[in-house]
């Protein structure tokens, strides 16, 4: 079995993949289902179901082609039931845009998985 940290990273690639591959739909079982997302332009996002359209709307657009976050660190509770990760993230588009910045999430530890409860993303470029 993977350390907690490992496991959180493990978790970030994965999710990494599964935006480059545009499926929403399965990015649903590494989310609590009352996660919050505040989005590189500010917008607020509550709930699983609202995550999920958001992603799938993003994967919409033609011009989209995927966001990849980077962990740089991830720091865990007295208690090892939650855990903050923070890094970087960009976003790509085709003909060369790009956006970039960087996040903090927060992680709760749920039947031995992972989950993300809170994401917070600044757009620093773009």
């Known amino acids: 079995m993977p350390s907690p940290d490992a496991a959180i990273r493990a978790r970030r690639k994965l999710t ?63 208690d090892g039931a939650r855990a903050a990760e923070t890094g970087r993230w960009v976003g790509t588009w085709t003909g060369g845009v790009e956006m970039s910045g960087v996040y903090t999430a927060a992680w709760r530890e749920s039947r031995g998985q992972w989950l993300l409860e809170r994401e917070l993303y600044v757009t620093l470029k773009g």
């Open 16 to 78: 990494n993949r599964l935006i480059a591959a545009h499926d929403a739909a399965r990015l649903r079982p590494h989310l609590t289902g009352d996660v919050v997302l505040i989005a590189g332009d500010g917008a607020l996002i509550s709930g699983a179901e609202a995550v999920i359209a958001a992603f799938a709307a993003q994967f919409a657009e033609p011009a989209f082609i995927t966001y990849v976050r980077t962990t740089e660190t991830v720091e865990f509770a007295a």
